[in-house]
């Protein structure tokens, strides 16, 4: 009974100090990570543990299993199953350019959201943020923002990695999304929405309405983005 405790404790301790080193990118994406064989000679253990901690990175979405190479470090949003607007053309994506239009500041829940708060999250205030999403220099996505104060302290937008609010939680954090609920609709632009996305008002656009799950108990991250779709496609992978 011992033993099968103490190999759980080394699973663990093994697939969090291979996550941390993914976060923070010293296994960086794309790379493969040290084989089998180095972990067990590292940290002297058995195959069957190396192999536990693989299988629960795999999945949490940080890995993927490719034959006769090992395991490759993946970009973790893309196994999320999510929605984004990123353009195409042929087979080669655009650049995307994030720009913040509000900052990051402490706020009052918006009631556009369309999600229940939890109890803890209606006593706290709330971070709210805002930013748009170019292609080519063209606005393509208004997003707006907004987190718990109490679960987690204002993140200013300019400490953001590669504009990036999911990266930044990921590598200054250690906090991941685990999951999403999401409301897709058709909607006419509105005067400050078409202005911000520089389309004509009454333009049919996409409005997504997402409440993302985090790794850090309490913390829900809360989406509202406004999407013109007129020249780029909804991709199945998100980046907040």
């Not at 405790?5 to 996550?19: N, S, V």
């Not at 002297?44 to 629960?56: M, P, S």
């Not at 609920?181 to 409005?207: C, F, M, T, Y």
């Amino acid at each position: 009974m011992g033993d099968k405790k103490l190999e759980k404790h080394k699973y663990r301790t093994i697939r969090d100090y291979i996550k941390k080193r993914i976060q923070t990118g010293k296994y960086p994406i794309g790379s493969y990570l040290p084989s089998e064989n180095d972990f067990c000679n590292r940290f002297g253990i058995t195959r069957t543990t190396i192999r536990k901690a693989l299988d629960e990175l795999l999945k949490e979405g940080f890995i993927v299993k490719e034959q006769g190479k090992g395991s490759k470090v993946i970009e973790r949003g893309k196994s999320l199953g999510l929605l984004t607007v990123k353009g195409i053309s042929g087979s080669i994506d655009y650049e995307v350019e994030t720009i913040v239009t509000e900052p990051s500041r402490i706020a009052r829940w918006d009631p556009i959201i369309p999600f229940t708060l939890t109890n803890e999250e209606q006593k706290s205030q709330c971070v709210y943020f805002q930013r748009v999403r170019n292609i080519n220099g063209h606005p393509v996505v208004l997003e707006n923002n907004w987190y718990s104060l109490n679960a987690l302290g204002l993140i200013e937008s300019d400490e953001f990695v590669d504009g990036s609010f999911f990266k930044t939680l990921s590598r200054k954090h250690l906090i991941e999304i685990m999951g999403a609920e999401q409301e897709l609709r058709s909607k006419p632009a509105s005067i400050d929405v078409a202005k911000k996305l520089n389309i004509l008002e009454g333009a049919p656009i996409l409005h997504i309405s997402v409440r993302f799950r985090t790794s850090k108990p309490g913390l829900n991250l809360y989406g509202d983005l406004y999407c013109d779709t007129s020249e780029y496609p909804i991709r199945n992978s998100y980046f907040l």
